[in-house]
Nanobody, 122 residues
Framework: QMQLMESGGGSVQAGGSLKLSCAVSRYTQSTMGWFRQAPGQEREAVAT???????IYVEAVKGRFTISKDVANNTLYLQMNDLKPEDTAMYYC??????????????????WGQGTQVTVSS
């Protein structure tokens, strides 16, 4: 079974930066992504990246966040700049099954990490 583990979360001031990492037990030919969930809120997509390297960002983070991957080192990244209080959430990395194409739909992602907390103060 594929396993994922996030790291890099923490507490920062508004305008600051964080870089999240997701270690993957086996990076397969599929789409991967970052999702977040705040208390009392629905889980939502942040950004995903296809096997071929095409990223998709939600409007709320476009221009501030960058998703990338290092397949050789089995790692997915999310660089977060100019953080805002509304970015506060638990962040999860996830992967689709083998050959899964580009998507922002969390129900289409089968493998999930346990999450890393990001807190942004004003």
């Amino acid at each position: 079974q594929m396993q994922l583990m996030e790291s890099g979360g923490g507490s920062v001031q508004a305008g600051g930066s964080l870089k999240l990492s997701c270690a993957v037990s086996r990076y397969t030919q599929s789409t991967m992504g970052w999702f977040r969930q705040a208390p009392g809120q629905e889980r939502e997509a942040v950004a995903t990246i296809s096997w071929t390297g095409v990223p998709i960002y939600v409007e709320a983070v476009k221009g501030r966040f960058t998703i990338s991957k290092d397949v050789a080192n089995n790692t997915l990244y999310l660089q977060m700049n100019d953080l805002k209080p509304e970015d506060t959430a638990m962040y999860y990395c996830a992967a689709r099954r083998l050959n899964g194409g580009a998507s922002l739909e969390p129900t289409e992602f089968h493998y999930w990490g346990q999450g890393t907390q990001v807190t942004v103060s004003s």
